[in-house]
């Protein structure tokens, strides 16, 4: 960087050479250390007009003056080193390169592409298994035809998956003319959404960018960016460490599966935690997961089968029958906002269990009818199986569209309010919505009657939706 004074290579190489070295940086509080690069932020000096300045934030003002004055220009340096592709393993691409004797290193010829790797490797854990193939490395040069040598080595898998999206957009009988067809590409890209664990998203994210921009570069695409969103997944941990094969402590999902049923793995997963954050994997969580299933399908029973959902006049339900469908309806509000917009997954499952303990507080069979038809979509996606059974075996055609039933069943028929005697809560009052206030003083009146027994009334107020507040004098 030609900064002896403040780079601790450049100073090494400058004593090296006895070149001269000029410090322009000092402490805040002291002089520069004769003997070594001071490398941290702090006050310029022989520095002319800068004198004095932060380092840091100098850094415009020097980049203005050499603008200003047509003698330098801001520019970014990036530090990207070449990328060794090259493995010595199975696994991945093979480089369709040849060594001949005669002609060096060649490129296989086109039409001999793909290269394909032989089915009768042998792994033995001890070098390159494809030098070690008897047959598949010996060829014939591309230029001059004599006997050569096959490259053995193969690519990074980075190189594979790092496009495969496009790979895609094209039929399996036809990939080659459509992998890059405008019309196939327009259809499928970019990709919805992306999502992958943290530790691999990061680099396979790097990675896929870099080959869209350099097939964008080529002429193959006409855009930047190949994933619209990204998701990247948090760790699942046991025992407070990262899952890991090295250290033992991985869960077989066989073993789950066999004894809950794959819907509970989900659940379990799913309600833990957000996937963007770290889960901890607890065994009695996936019991309890279990727990919640089987109560979901044998409450299933509640239903009758229908064809069509039922038609509920919601004004002449119980206020347990009001409550259940209000909840049941709050679960698919947050569920098209989970799905669309938050993916926090366990927060819409946490709806649908309110939902469910509000179900089983009344007993009209249609409101169970509705509410499980709402509730067995939405949990389609999370407990696929359980849900189409009890979708399959309760409901046909249905005649139900919930978005249109949202206003009616979001209708505040009676509000809570708090009562306080001279500012201090007492007790709560329900009253109907369009209450006047000559009634909510009444009802409050009635309500704190033992607070209210040889006091004297001074003031009565009514916050609205919120509190009444009377105040008295004994």
Known sequence: MAVPAHDDRDYDFAKKYDLEINAVIKPFDGEAEVGQAYTEVGELFNSGEFDGMNSKKSQYNIIKYFEENKIGKKTTNYKLKDWGVSRQR??????????????????????????????????????????????????????????AIRETDTMDTFVESSWYFLRFCASQENWEKEAFSSEQIKYWMGVDHYIGGIEH??????????????????????????????????????????????????????????????????????????????????????????????????RSSNIVACESIPIINHAALSKEEKFARKKVYEALVRANEVYNERHTFNTMIAGVMEAMNALNVQENSDVWSEGYWILASIMEPVIPHVSYEISEKYFGLNNLNPQAVLDEVFVEESITLGVSINGKRRTEIEVATDASQEEIISVAKAAASKWLEGMSIVKEIVVPKKLVNIVVKG
Request: hydrophobic fraction near 35%.
């Open 90 to 147: 199975y696994w991945g691409a093979p480089i369709p390169f040849i060594h001949c004797d005669d002609c060096g290193l060649v490129m296989e010829k086109k039409e001999n592409l793909p290269v394909a790797l032989p089915e009768d490797v042998e792994i033995t854990g001890e070098g390159n298994p494809l030098d070690n193939h008897p047959t598949w490395k010996h060829c014939k040069c591309s230029q001059c035809g004599k006997d």
């Open 201 to 298: 998203a990061v680099l396979h994210l790097l990675y896929a960018r870099f080959f869209t921009k350099v097939f964008r570069d080529l002429g193959y695409l006409d855009f930047d960016e190949p994933f619209d969103n990204l998701l990247t997944q948090g760790m699942v941990l046991k025992d407070g460490s990262k899952m890991s094969k090295s250290k033992g402590n991985t869960v077989d999902p066989d073993e789950i599966i066999a004894k809950y049923g794959a819907d509970t793995a989900r659940l379990f997963i799913l309600f833990a935690a957000p996937p963007t954050q770290e889960l901890e994997w607890n065994d009695s969580g996936v019991e309890g997961a279990y727990k919640f299933i089987k109560r979901f399908f044998d």
